[in-house]
Every structure is written in C-alpha cells, then in structure tokens.
C-alpha cells in the first residue's frame, strides 16, 4: 500500500543546533517527493522536492533533503535552526496511477528553544 | 497580493446548520482542491477540480458539496454539519493536474470549522 510516515510527531531543539526531519514512505516506484512548512495559522508553503538527480536537493530557508533509495526516506535537514524555524513539517509524496494524489505524512511539530 | 484566499478565517456554528467556504485563486491554476485537516493536523485531500471538472472526490459524505463557478474559483458547502466535520479546511491550487513535480500545491491560510 502506498504511505508517507513521519515518525517524529515532536521535536524540539535548540537555536542554532542542527536539525533532521524523518519521512519514509511506501512506494513501488520512485516517488516525486516534497516538504512543505506550516507556520501557525498559516496555509503550507513549499520547501523543496524532488524526482530525480543529485539525491541532495537544496530548497528556500536554507532546507535541504536527501533522498536515499535504499531506505526509502527522504528526510529533511537544516545545519543550524533558527527561531522563525518553529513550524509544522509535512513530507508529501506524489502517487501516480489512475489521478496522482499528493499524500501527505502526519506533520511533525518543530519547537525551537532561544 | 493573496494568491489563494479563503473566506471566512473561522466559522463557529451549531450542528445541522448548513455552511460555506469559499476560495479564489488568482495564479491563473487550473486545478484547485480542497484538504481537511484534522486536530491532529493530519491532511487529507477532499476533493480536486480541474478545469471546473470534479477529477478526484475521496470518500467523503454527500453532505459535502463542491462546487466551482470558474477556474479561478472553488467553494465548499457542508450540509447538516456534524461534529466530526470540526477541522481546518485547506484550499489549494496548482498549474497543472494533479499538481505534478512541477506544479506544486499552492495553498490558502485554511478556515477553522467549529461545530458545537
């Protein structure tokens, strides 16, 4: 069955720290892959995604992601965290067949200590 | 400029009412949706529309009720509302259908539903 898993529902860390994200997914092909930010009260912004090349992808706010096959995981990272980091994180991944559907995984809570 | 808007922001009402949200898109899509999201914030995908056509309608109740006027438009109408259907709801758009690698989901801000 095809599904998008975070695993992670909180995290908390501490300005400055580094950061990863998890997602994992089931899926018989490879993907089309993508993070989405929600900061509170505030629709889903898109972070960055990916389909195919370099594994490592780059996205805005200074987010990157590296896809890894073989683990099935494309988990999101970020060196140094900043304050205005503190959102809600979506992994989503893009199923085709029939009409591709964007599923999305179960957020994770980011909070950031000063 | 708002690229998607949604109309109103939150919307108290009692159970058995009959409700509406309504979304605008000014990017010029051709495919707009509407996601639920639970208290749990989990996401899920409601309904798609491209071109003023319903493509994708994902097991919800007949109590939900889309409907677009035009491209640019897609409104929700919840009949006899329940409690269950208390959520955050979520319009979105992308260029293509069904928001593909390089049509990614543009979303508005999402209307809290609260039914007492």
């Known amino acids: 069955a095809q599904s998008v898993t975070q695993p992670d529902i909180h995290i908390t860390v501490s300005e400055g720290a580094s950061l990863e994200l998890r997602c994992n997914y089931s899926?018989?092909?490879?993907?089309?892959l993508f993070w989405y930010v929600q900061s509170p009260g505030q629709g889903l912004q898109l972070l960055l995604k990916y389909f195919s090349g370099d594994t490592l992808v780059q996205g805005i706010k200074g987010f990157e992601a590296e896809f890894k096959r073989s683990q099935s995981s494309f988990n999101l990272r970020k060196p140094s965290v900043h304050w205005s980091d503190a959102a809600e994180y979506f992994c989503?991944?893009?199923?085709?067949?029939?009409?591709?559907?964007?599923?999305f995984g179960a957020g994770t809570r980011l909070a950031v200590h000063p | 400029d708002t690229a998607v808007s949604q109309t109103p922001k939150y919307l108290v009402t009692q159970m058995g009412n009959d409700k509406s949200i309504k979304c605008e898109q000014n990017l010029g899509h051709d495919t707009m949706y509407w996601y639920k999201q639970d208290s749990k914030k989990f996401l899920k995908i409601m309904f798609s529309?491209?071109?003023?056509?319903?493509?994708i309608n994902e097991t919800v109740p007949n109590r939900f009720s889309p409907k677009s006027p035009d491209k640019a438009h897609l409104n929700l109408h919840i009949n006899s509302l329940e409690l269950g259907d208390s959520a955050v709801y979520f319009c979105?758009?992308?260029?293509?259908?069904?928001?593909?690698?390089?049509?990614?989901?543009?979303f508005g801000n999402g209307t809290r539903l609260t039914v007492t």
């Open positions: 899926y018989g092909a490879t993907p089309y």
């Open positions: 529309y491209n071109n003023k056509e319903l493509i």
């Open positions: 979105a758009s992308s260029q293509d259908f069904p928001g593909s690698y390089n049509s990614p989901l543009h």
């Open positions: 989503a991944v893009l199923f085709s067949g029939g009409y591709n559907k964007l599923i």
